[in-house]
Nanobody, 124 residues
Framework: VQLQASGGGLVQAGGSLRLSCAAS????????MGWFRQAPGKEREFVAS????????DYSDSAKGRFAISRDNAKNTVYLQMNSLKFEDTAVYYC??????????????????WGEGTLVTVSS
């Protein structure tokens, strides 16, 4: 499975962005998908996840109420809608795939595939 994230950019605080992650591979729609982010000087952290069917979703505390993850399996694409962006949301955002979904923060070692990151910069 290959993943390609896009949609990052510069946005003012309070604004919105939608990230996309295009997956390739015959079995990509069977994977649970997630978004992570890594701010400068910080460790990569879990942001949101969604199961293969798109029914189950989970979010980090910082993302709850502001971000929404979704997927379109017909297009092999996962989205992260980010609203009410804050300066502290500035980071490189990565999409990730793993074979099974579970609620809670995903550990980095549980990820089967990573995509290239896309930079989100929120100006204060």
């Amino acid at each position: 499975v290959q993943l390609q994230a896009s949609g990052g950019g510069l946005v003012q605080a309070g604004g919105s962005l939608r990230l996309s992650c295009a997956a390739s591979g015959r079995t990509s729609s069977r994977y649970a998908m997630g978004w992570f982010r890594q701010a400068p000087g910080k460790e990569r952290e879990f942001v949101a996840s969604i199961n293969a069917s798109g029914v189950r979703k989970d979010y980090s505390d910082s993302a709850k109420g502001r971000f929404a993850i979704s997927r379109d399996n017909a297009k092999n694409t996962v989205y992260l809608q980010m609203n009410s962006l804050k300066f502290e949301d500035t980071a490189v955002y990565y999409c990730a795939a793993r074979q099974s979904f579970y609620y809670g923060s995903w550990g980095l070692s549980a990820i089967n595939y990573w995509g290239e990151g896309t930079l989100v910069t929120v100006s204060s």
